[in-house]
């Protein structure tokens, strides 16, 4: 048994540096000296039993609001001994506004269709730049018309076997490196697609639910194959 901790935007743990900051300050100082004086045990051996029962859920959505890349953060987790205990493979909306082209329409239109997302059962917070700053905002309705902004990214579970949503874009390229990474090293066999927003599809791509989740199975497995022939080759 283990219980993964989940880092989410805006949250107490919100990327890979807070979570080894609460594992190293927090977690592991307290639960070492309550494991060694409970059950008689070294203070190594606490430890071990710590890392072994808590983990971490890796969810590439919130790592790629974090703009954490995966092979960085995997690393990270690994020197700092904290185990990874479930993927949640997932990918987020995207807006780039990066082109130095982009007339001040176009931008407007872009970021009224990246606010067309909000409504008011979920939080959906969004980070990105202007410029060089980051930027974090801790729900889509607080987001500006415009700032100078150019990229933003919306925690928003889009389907992940589409990249593009009209004007706006999903964050697919980090649920392809997770997937590449995984067919190098494999840090979990526990892996969960998370995908919830069935409504974001274009028409002529919507389906009956349950054939939604199997498309997403579906283009996950082939993505795997495809990796692990391009890692063969």
Not at 158 to 165: K, N, Q
Request: aromatic share 10%.
């Amino acid at each position: 048994l283990h219980l993964d901790i989940e880092p989410e935007p805006d949250g107490v743990l919100e990327n890979s540096q807070d979570v080894i900051n609460f594992f190293n300050a927090d977690l592991l100082p307290c639960g070492v000296s309550q494991l060694t004086k409970q059950f008689d045990i070294d203070e190594e051996e606490a430890r071990k039993i710590i890392l072994r029962h808590i983990t971490v859920c890796y969810d590439v959505c919130h790592f790629a609001l974090a703009y954490e890349e995966p092979i960085l953060t995997l690393e990270n987790f690994k020197k700092a001994g904290i185990k990874i205990g479930k993927i949640q493979i997932s990918s987020a909306l995207m807006a780039n506004l990066n082109n130095l082209g982009m007339k001040t329409l176009e931008r407007v239109k872009i970021l009224n269709e990246l606010k067309n997302f909000d409504e008011p059962v979920y939080l959906h917070q969004v980070t990105g730049y202007r410029g060089a700053e980051f930027v974090a905002y801790s729900d889509l309705s607080e987001l500006p018309v415009d700032d100078g902004f150019s990229e933003l990214r919306a925690h928003f579970h889009v389907p992940v076997f589409l990249r593009y949503y009209g004007l706006l874009q999903s964050t697919q390229t980090q649920t392809l490196a997770v997937i590449q990474l995984l067919t190098e090293q494999m840090p979990t066999r526990h892996l969960e697609i998370e995908t919830y927003t069935w409504s974001v599809l274009p028409d002529d791509l919507k389906l009956e639910l349950s054939d939604s989740i199997v498309r997403e199975l579906l283009w996950v497995i082939d993505q795997f194959g495809l990796a692990s022939s391009e890692l063969c080759e």
